[in-house]
């Protein structure tokens, strides 16, 4: 059993519900021992009075019997013989002795009208108990004190019990009703924390896979869990995320049909102006125009042929038709190759071959060519002029591409993945280039880094694709 974090549903619950469990537990344990503690004054206030009612006529006729020898008469415990105060002191102190063996508590003195102490029990002091001659209970310093009325109403009879004993015999009581305790909380926390598991386990499963759930992976959550209030949650997510295909479905569609749709009248009017541009002389006043038009509609080509791209790469998808890692080294050779030929800054690219025979990994080959692509047009685009890109294949999975320039803050770093985003440090790309290869990323379960500054440097970006190995 693992406690989760503090802001989790199971810690919550658990702390929440071993507080309270913990709190009754305490409170009725303290109701018990407070009416255990009443009951037991009041069965201790009996048993003196009942002792009182019962012994009273008996100790009166041994009194009655044994005050010829003088003194204080000292009634003797069960087997023992009488004792009194001019009795010889060796004597006194067997008797002493022996009743040290014995666990009686109650005490008893007969006194008169006087207030003088007439019959004693053994274990009772010569002197007066510290009480009224009064009819009742009374408080004494060390004793607890019953007083009745004997004889002809001269006589009284005080039955005393230690306090020290009294107390000594609830304390225990209430020891023994507080020690399960400290065996029964862990326990109950034990149990809390195992029932609390138990019971949000659909919640955690549920939880699991709506975090697997993303843009690429929208699949309907399994419902295998008869708990109402998990398969209603449930069945409002399926329905969310099929609203949320749909309405995806529906973008992607648009934009990869937009963008195919452009392509073929774009051709068409760039290669009119084209046309145009080659039967214009040199010096025209409308030459100039048509450049800007040719330019203009070049761009427009490339940004529909990223849309292209992007559509493909929300879509999900992107791993390897074989389901296992592909040799991406030609690959990579066979992008650069064609940019270079392309014409596009191609002597600025600085290639390390070390570990190109290396590179493998779960994707798809035109997924791997498309984000090799925009990372190395990306770098060529905002680079500085004075620094090639570089481009390094790092432990067979890891390609990086770095180029110079000014670094790009740190706030305007985090938004670069976002769709037609640029960089502020120019302005003629489309914005789309590192939203395609983190789309295609996030379906492959690879991993897009950026850095600005480069690693070791004070300038330039670098970005870092981290490639996933099946």
């Known amino acids: 059993m693992k406690i989760r974090a503090q802001n989790s549903l199971q810690f919550i619950l658990t702390k929440r519900l071993t507080l309270i469990v913990t709190v009754f537990w305490v409170i ?41 020898a003088g003194g204080i008469v000292v009634l003797p415990e069960p087997g023992f013989d009488a004792v009194h105060d001019g009795d010889d002191e060796s004597d006194h102190d067997d008797h002493d002795g022996d009743f040290d063996d014995f666990d009686d508590f109650m005490q008893y003195q007969l006194r008169d009208a006087k207030g003088d102490v007439l019959l004693r029990s053994q274990n009772a002091p010569d002197t007066p108990f510290d009480a009224p001659l009064e009819r009742g209970f009374s408080d004494g310093d060390e004793v607890r004190v019953y007083t009745s009325v004997t004889g002809n109403g001269d006589l009284f009879m005080q039955v005393a019990e230690p306090t020290e004993h009294r107390n000594e015999a609830i304390l225990e009581t209430m020891v023994s009703q507080f020690t399960p305790l400290i065996f029964l909380i862990p326990v109950t926390i034990l149990a809390v924390v195992y029932s609390v598991t138990q019971a949000l386990a659909p919640v955690r499963h549920v939880r699991n896979e709506i975090e697997t759930r993303g843009e690429g992976n929208l699949t309907p959550i399994a419902q295998d869990d008869p708990i109402e209030e998990i398969s209603t949650i449930v069945t409002a997510v399926n329905r969310l995320m099929a609203k949320l295909e749909a309405a995806l479905s529906v973008e992607r569609s648009f934009t990869a049909n937009s963008a195919h749709e452009l392509r073929t009248p774009i051709a068409v009017a760039l290669a009119q102006t084209q046309r145009l541009l080659a039967e214009l002389p ?27 791209q992007l559509a493909r790469a929300e879509s999900s998808g992107g791993f390897s038709p ?5 040799d991406l080294g030609p690959t990579l050779n066979l992008v650069i190759e064609d940019i270079r030929r392309a014409g596009m800054e191609g002597a600025h690219i600085r290639f390390d071959t070390e570990n190109l025979a290396t590179l493998s990994a779960n994707i798809d080959l035109d997924a ?13 685009k905002y680079g500085g002029d004075e620094e ?28 670069l993945t976002t769709r037609f985003k640029r960089s502020s440090n120019k302005a003629d790309g489309s914005g ?39």
């Not at 040199?282 to 292209?308: I, N, P």
């Not at 791997?368 to 060529?380: D, K, T, V, W, Y």
């Open 28 to 68: 009725g344990a303290l109701f018990a021992a407070y009416t255990a503690r009443h009951e037991m004054e009041e069965g201790a206030d009996t048993a003196l009075v009942e002792t009182s009612r019962r012994t009273s006529t008996l100790i009166i006729d041994y009194l009655e019997n044994h005050q010829d």
């Open 282 to 308: 040199e010096g025209h006043v409308a030459r100039k125009r048509a450049v800007q038009t040719e330019e203009a509609l070049k761009r427009l080509s490339r940004l529909s042929e990223k849309l292209l």
């Open 322 to 326: 074989t389901g296992h890692n592909q």
């Open 368 to 380: 791997f060519a498309i984000c090799m692509r925009n990372l190395i047009e990306n770098a060529l």
């Open 388 to 415: 090639p890109v570089d481009i390094r294949v790092i432990e067979g999975r890891i390609v990086q591409v770095a180029n110079g320039g000014t670094p790009v803050s740190t706030d305007e770093l985090d938004q």
């Open 432 to 470: 789309l280039g590192l939203a395609i290869v983190e789309a295609i990323a996030r379906n492959t379960k690879a991993e897009l880094k950026l850095y600005s500054p480069r690693p070791d440097h004070t300038d330039g970006f670098m970005a870092e694709l981290r490639l996933h190995q099946s």
